[in-house]
């Protein structure tokens, strides 16, 4: 059975693009492959963080994980940094990267703009998120296409240790989202729906309160046609709420137009309302069992049992490569 890595970063709240994008379709992969899904805590860290909110919001993802569907006899959930092992690779990692292409990474060069002093975990991320999917022999990474150029690197370091020192690492795959996947922020449909959003309407968290979303999705940018019809370009608006309705209700698009032909954009909002509410409602519900409980510790303990076990295999023949300490078995 192939390997599957995925890591969320524990900041701010999971969007419902985060969830129809890459979480929901965990779930799925759940069954198909042997899966590692990680709470990326040290990938934070990277630009100024509150410590009590980190570690709320590290639980709060945790419990997440498991409130969407993944299950923990299926697939290991764990957080990065209960797991020694991803900081030393990171390092190796590191120093099997050359400056030169860590400062040609798009993300580094968007966020080191906006900071006047740029901490050196900014530029030294990308090493340590290839210890991340190095280390448990992963042959495929789902990725949206901002961490596609990541996982690129992640393949090119990977390449060049084992041509230095023998065949270590198994090569990632990279697997993007299937088209239709991309959800839009519903005041600017234009861009993509995202947590860090200064705008409250734009955004739908998991975990906002049943009525507020459906007063945002109410109150969502469209157009003045007045026509339910898919049009990326001309209609953002409408066809992302097409997108929406479909992604989750399972619905084709061509279908919900038909039954909206002639009717308005009030009936139509209702309707996504109720799909995006009933579909959330189950989530949040589990959600509030699972976040001060025993059962998520004991998940989250045997999950980080079961990460080092496999981490630290890889590890040892890391430092072995290299010549790390003494030699072990």
């Not at 580094?108 to 022999?137: F, V």
């Not at 690129?152 to 198994?170: H, M, Q, S, V």
């Not at 049009?231 to 209700?249: V, Y």
């Not at 009030?266 to 959330?280: C, N, Q, S, W």
Request: with cysteine; net charge neutral; charged share 30%.
């Amino acid at each position: 059975m192939k390997t599957i890595f995925s890591g969320i970063q524990p900041t701010g709240t999971v969007t419902l693009g985060n969830y129809i994008g890459a979480m929901r379709q965990f779930v799925k992969l759940q069954d198909e492959y042997h899966c590692y899904f990680c709470i990326v805590d040290e990938h934070a860290i990277t630009v100024p963080q509150d410590r009590l909110e980190l570690r709320k919001n590290i639980k709060s993802l945790a419990a997440l994980y498991l409130a969407v569907g993944i299950d923990p006899e299926k697939a290991t959930i764990f957080i990065q940094s209960e797991v020694p092992a991803h900081t030393e690779a990171g390092w190796i990692m590191q120093c099997n990267s050359y400056i030169g292409e860590l400062e040609r990474m798009t993300q580094y060069k968007d966020k080191s703009r906006k900071q006047a002093s740029i901490p050196a975990g900014l530029l030294t991320y990308p090493p340590l998120m290839a210890a991340d999917i190095l280390l448990y022999k992963t042959d495929i990474v789902p990725v949206g296409d901002d961490q596609k150029q990541h996982v690129e690197l992640t393949r090119d370091i990977a390449e060049r240790f084992n041509k230095k020192y023998g065949e270590i690492f198994t090569i990632p795959d990279i697997q993007l989202p299937a088209n239709g996947a991309r959800i839009m922020a519903l005041q600017e449909p234009t861009k993509k729906m995202s947590k860090s959003d200064t705008n409250q309407k734009s955004t739908i968290r998991l975990l906002d309160d049943l009525k507020q979303i459906e007063k945002k999705i109410k109150s969502a940018v469209t157009d003045s046609e007045g026509i339910v019809k898919y049009d990326r370009e001309n209609k953002p608006g409408i066809s992302n709420l097409l997108d929406i309705h479909s992604a989750l209700s399972g619905e084709p698009v061509s279908s919900i137009e038909a039954r909206f032909e002639g009717k308005g954009y009030g009936d139509f909002k209702a309707e996504v309302a109720h799909v995006v509410v009933e579909a959330i409602r189950p989530i949040q519900e589990r959600y509030n069992e699972l976040l001060n409980s025993d059962e998520l510790d004991e998940i989250l303990d045997r999950g980080a049992e079961e990460a080092n076990k496999a981490a630290n295999k890889t590890l040892r023949k890391m430092k072995n490569a290299v010549g790390l300490g003494r030699k072990r078995r």
